[in-house]
């Protein structure tokens, strides 16, 4: 299955969490050499707290196969303050619209959210994947309801997170010396696949085609596109 229609309602959205979390979709494997995409929202400098509806948002995507292939941004208003396991509300729509204006769309897309790693088992990653019919991959700098241990110190190490038991994610040391990122599965991923994918893009601590989205949503935001 997939999603036609971003919810407006918290009701709504936990409706759909709830069905794609029991979804099936077909597992994803990766190519020998996949277009791997990502998006980031911005909001404004100096920003604090949950925020509120209407609050102006920039959005940055970018796709690389070993350089940058294709790229774009975007802006437009919050729908919702930031209400945890709710993020879609505010930035689905928006990371959405950016991802459809890259000419090329990716084969697997990076976002800067979870995806197993939530209440109802489907974060904004899984919902974002399910919305534009693309497998997805969550990276994110902490965790939200999952745990485990950070893997030793040497790049490429990891570490299982679970939640209730499961598997739902990796930490990922993607340089030495730096904090590991969590690597979480998405939309058709699963938690081997997602750090496949990742280590295959991470000359950084944060994933290539995930900085550069971030990259281009900041520009946006100071007006330098």
Same mark, same amino acid.
């Given at each position: ?39 980031f929202a911005a909001f404004p400098k100096g920003y604090a707290g949950?925020g509120a509806v209407g609050d102006p948002v920039w959005a940055g ?25 709710? =993020?879609?509300? $505010?930035? !689905?729509?928006?990371?959405? &619209? *950016? ?6 769309? @990716? %084969? /697997? ?62 930490? =990922?040391?993607? $340089?030495? !010396?730096?904090?590991?990122? &969590? *690597? ?6 699963? @938690? %081997? /696949? ?32």
């Amino acid at each position: 299955m997939s999603m036609t229609q971003w919810p407006t309602t918290v009701d709504a959205l936990v409706a759909a969490q709830h069905e794609l979390a029991a979804a099936d979709p077909e597992p994803w494997r990766p190519p020998a050499e996949p277009l791997i995409g990502g998006c980031f929202a911005a909001f404004p400098k100096g920003y604090a707290g949950p925020g509120a509806v209407g609050d102006p948002v920039w959005a940055g995507a970018a796709a690389y196969r070993r350089r940058r292939v294709c790229h774009a941004t975007t802006s437009s208003a919050a729908g919702w303050s930031y209400r945890p396991g709710l =993020l879609a509300l $505010r930035v !689905g729509p928006v990371l959405d &619209a *950016v991802v459809r204006l890259m000419p090329q769309p @990716p %084969d /697997v897309l990076l976002v800067d959210a979870t995806g197993r790693d939530h209440p109802r088992r489907c974060g904004l990653a899984v919902q974002l994947g399910a919305m534009l019919d693309l497998p997805t991959v969550g990276v994110t700098h902490r965790l939200l309801l999952a745990g485990g241990e950070w893997p030793p110190d040497e790049r490429g190490a990891t570490s299982p997170v679970a939640l209730a038991g499961d598997v739902v994610a990796y930490w =990922l040391r993607t $340089r030495q !010396g730096r904090r590991p990122v &969590a *690597v979480h599965a998405g939309w058709r991923t699963d @938690p %081997d /696949v997602a750090v496949r994918v990742v280590s295959a893009c991470a000359k950084h601590r944060t994933p290539t085609p995930l900085r550069e989205a971030r990259r281009l949503a900041r520009a946006a935001r100071a007006g330098v596109l």
